[in-house]
């Protein structure tokens, strides 16, 4: 009777203050906590050795110590978690007791009640020690060797915890890569370790502890960084204004193209542009914005508008898509299969026709739209009624171009890509005089000058498309005041490298695709003040403000990409796409030089899956048009952006850094299902965009959002850096990279379910649901080798290692400082380019608000 009283005697006492028990399930609270449960019994050797035995088949992996001194049991878990376990261990103890109590307690070699223990002489000097193996949970117990892994008291308080460090998939990761059992305690500390050998335990603590390097250099105050600098090309002294961009014309507001992804609500991307967007416009000479809209423009197109040339590494003459069929375990419905009009090409895979490198440079014809005079239009009119009356049959060889190497062009026999461009780009102001080439050659037509002034005055019509946002040194005289500051700010490249230095750090030990690139495109700003911004039209000198003040408020005002829209649609015109390839620097030599294996195809499919832990994860197989190799990555990764707003020219810049998680494993057989059933069909009457046919599992669980072809140009530059990191080597060498893609987009013509699978036949898009975007469209971008070459070992790094690399190594080269200068340099010489761009949002460019539906509002400009 004594025993079975005995047996209800328990206590619980806390080692430290904890909230209450029952709150704390109700509420649950997860918070660490640590208590001592006793009661009347002492075990000895034989009974910790059942009781952990019978604990262990409850298959819990808990924190339960017994301290043979205390003759209690150590427990550590979460606060929610205490009346579960207290039970637990009472419901383990109360069956050995009852299990000695009917063999005799006297003769019991596991068990004694308290007060036996406390009068028997013998058992109070006699101490064993509890097996080591029973202090881990049972998991890490039943293994060969147990340790422990913490979590440094430095990089603990800075709030890094083992709930940060080891979510599941990561501790799932670990244990495939080291054959390691890891267990985290419920202090968010340590980490409970088993394997079969010593070599196994070293290998799992070396990767941990690079886990919390890593977190210990991750910024954790901001999820990304965003910084916004102002590229006044040397000026500084004078006063900046907010402008709306719908304050411009039509002109320019035509010109904005945006990615739906960028905004994917069709019905507000445009209107909240139009409306809530501003850019920032400089004034050195305190010009009244009257005045300012009525001066000549001098930025011009840098093509005609009528022009319908192709993007010369891509046209239809020099690169074809090879043709392929589905594998033979894949069959195509019937239906889908004769819903298109064209017949596959079942010939081998075309030879490719190289991308000309060595291209004369055509210095005296190349051209100037930023330094052009209003004076010099009548000799572009001749110019372009000579070269539309020439047509495109004269290659370079037969027409030389003034400054050209007449030698190097004849070393290659390989077709020019970018033999149409010279013909249509506007020349340098030349004084025409009655023996000039056009004269002699008889090919200039007088009578053609009428149409020719037709196209003269439709431009001069254009004449405000960029007075908005371009400065007063673009259209007026030069100043005569000289500039004493530098072309760029020292403070903007010292605030890049130092953020770059911070962000690229904990990159040393991740595991995935690492991205370092210079977008070229557009920026507004969505979040300044009203009160900051001039009222549209009007002219208030209040509202002129330092540019230190206007690069403070932005960076205040916009501190995340949603307020902080970048467009990277330059153009739908091939030639201007061309242009950017063939650019030439302020000395007249070309910027980039054109490989013929610079060019490759990908079939982009983004898509949209569910994750098991909940929320939705965008990602892209790219499949090589070549090759038909796949890759898969995340679509649109959290990006680190550097903004530099161009206030003087048309277009601006980014400098992007992102981190994004390589999928090629997690959707391996999805990717694999695309390509083996992948066909691809030649069609000439489209472009000579192919139509494709896919197929895949509706097991996947995949949305298939988008598909398009996407046409990259790679083009490079050899550069020495100035920045030398030590006096005793010689400079750094690099070799930058200009990506020119031209994007179509593909419709959907025929969606079939048949047995578990979907089936789709997709072809270029023919503008029937988005008026709004180009059926084709170029983008551009610059990398630097320096450090794609070095992210590249973070595609095979092994997760809890690190890289050779090091950020600080790589900054000192002086690549980023060399890289923006580039984009910088092509900026100021493509104030034309996409000039011909038409989003036809007529009713808002208009700024008239049509007749509303029943129930629906129609929100108008400010």
């Not at 965003?226 to 035509?254: H, Q, T, W």
Request: one cysteine or more; proline letters at 5%.
């Amino acid at each position: 009777m004594q025993a079975d009283d005995a047996m209800n005697e328990w206590s619980a006492t806390a080692t430290g203050e904890v909230t209450s028990r029952t709150d704390a399930v109700h509420l649950h609270d997860a918070e660490p906590m640590e208590f001592i449960v006793s009661s009347n019994w002492v075990l000895q050797a034989e009974g910790v050795k059942d009781f952990y035995e019978d604990l262990y088949k409850r298959g819990h992996n808990l924190e339960i110590t017994y301290d043979s001194t205390l003759h209690g049991f150590r427990i550590k878990c979460l606060s929610n978690q205490e009346i579960g376990v207290v039970c637990l261990v009472k419901d383990v103890l109360d069956q050995l007791v009852q299990q000695e109590t009917k063999e005799g307690l006297g003769t019991s070699s596991k068990i004694m009640s308290l007060d036996e223990w406390r009068k028997n002489k013998d058992q109070l000097d006699k101490e064993f020690k509890v097996p080591e193996k029973y202090s881990f949970p049972r998991d890490v117990a039943v293994c060969n060797v147990q340790d422990t892994w913490n979590i440094s008291e430095t990089w603990f308080k800075a709030g890094i915890t083992t709930n940060r460090l080891l979510p599941e998939n990561a501790l799932s990761t670990l244990h495939q890569l080291t054959s390691t059992i890891l267990v985290t305690s419920s202090d968010r500390r340590t980490v409970y370790l088993g394997a079969s050998g010593i070599e196994e335990i070293t290998k799992v603590k070396r990767k941990l502890h690079t886990l919390a390097r890593f977190f210990s250099l991750v910024l954790t105050d901001i999820n990304q960084v965003v910084k916004i600098f102002l590229y006044n090309e040397g000026v500084r002294s004078v006063m900046g204004e907010y402008r709306y961009v719908a304050d411009g014309n039509d002109k320019l507001l035509r010109s904005y193209i945006l990615d739906r992804f960028d905004w994917p609500n069709t019905r507000e991307r445009y209107p909240l542009l139009f409306q809530n967007s501003v850019l920032v416009r400089l004034n050195p000479n305190n010009e009244p914005w009257g005045k300012v809209q009525t001066l000549s423009d001098t930025v011009l197109p840098t093509v005609k508008g009528t022009t319908k040339e192709e993007f010369g590494a891509f046209k239809s003459n020099n690169w074809k898509y090879p043709a392929k069929d589905a594998d033979s375990s894949f069959s195509v419905p019937t239906s889908t299969a004769q819903s298109g009009q064209s017949q596959r090409a079942h010939q081998p895979r075309p030879a490719i026709e190289s991308w000309v490198s060595k291209l004369p440079a055509p210095n005296n014809n190349r051209p100037s739209p930023v330094h052009q005079t209003p004076s010099s239009v009548a000799s572009q009119v001749s110019k372009e009624t000579m070269a539309s009356s020439t047509g495109l049959k004269d290659s370079l060889t037969d027409n030389p171009i003034p400054g050209a190497d007449r030698g190097q062009s004849l070393q290659s026999n390989e077709p020019d890509p970018f033999e149409h461009l010279w013909k249509h780009y506007r020349s340098l102001p030349i004084t025409r005089t009655a023996k000039s080439k056009e004269d002699q050659s008889g090919k200039f037509e007088p009578q053609k000058l009428s149409s020719s002034l037709k196209t003269q005055l439709s431009q001069m019509d254009e004449r405000d498309s960029r007075s908005f946002h371009v400065t007063m040194n673009q259209k007026a005289a030069p100043h005569t005041v000289r500039n004493i500051f530098p072309e760029f700010d020292p403070d903007m490249m010292t605030s890049i490298n130092d953020s770059l230095g911070k962000l690229i750090a904990p990159l040393r030990m991740w595991s995935g695709i690492i991205d370092l690139r210079i977008d070229l495109g557009r920026f507004y700003f969505l979040n300044v003040k009203k009160s900051r911004i001039q009222k549209p039209g009007g002219d208030d000198d209040e509202k002129y403000y330092k540019l230190d003040r206007i690069r403070s408020e932005l960076n205040k005002w916009h501190t995340a990409h949603e307020h902080l829209l970048f467009t990277r649609v330059l153009t739908n015109l091939g030639a201007d796409a061309s242009y950017l390839a063939c650019m030439n620097d302020r000395d007249g030599n070309q910027m980039w030089q054109r490989p013929a294996s610079g060019r490759s195809s990908t079939y982009e499919f983004i898509c949209r899956s569910k994750m098991p832990e909940g929320g939705e994860l965008n990602f892209i197989v790219e499949i090589d048009a070549i090759k038909f190799s796949h890759a898969v990555k995340q679509f649109r990764p959290e990006q680190n952006s550097f903004a530099v707003h161009c206030t003087q020219r048309v277009w601006d810049f980014r400098l992007v850094l992102s981190a994004a998680q390589n999928l090629g494993d997690t959707y391996a057989q999805f990717a694999e299902d695309l390509v083996s059933s992948l066909q691809v069909t030649y069609v000439p009457k489209d472009d000579g965009i192919p139509e494709l046919e896919v197929s895949y599992d509706k097991s996947c669980n995949v949305e298939l959002l988008v598909v398009r072809t996407r046409n990259t140009a790679r083009c490079h530059s050899e550069v020495s850096s100035q920045n030398m990191p030590s006096a005793h080597r010689s400079p750094h060498k690099d070799v930058q990279r200009l990506y020119v893609s031209q994007v179509w987009e593909m419709d959907l013509l025929n969606k079939v379910d048949i047995e578990q699978r979907i089936h789709l036949k997709l072809a270029r898009s023919k503008h029937t649901k988005s008026p709004d975007m180009p059926r084709c469209w170029y983008e551009a971008s610059l990398k630097s080798d320096t450090f794609s070459n070095a992210f590249k070992q973070n595609e095979q790094l092994e997760f809890g290692d690190e890289v050779e690399w090091k950020s600080e190594e790589l900054l000192k080269t002086g690549t980023v400082e060399n890289l923006i200068r580039k984009a910088a340099d092509m900026v100021k010489n493509m104030d034309g380019v996409g000039y011909w761009n038409d989003n036809h949002q007529v009713e808002l460019q208009h700024r008239v608000a049509p007749v509303p539906r029943q129930g629906q509002n129609i929100v108008k400009f400010w």
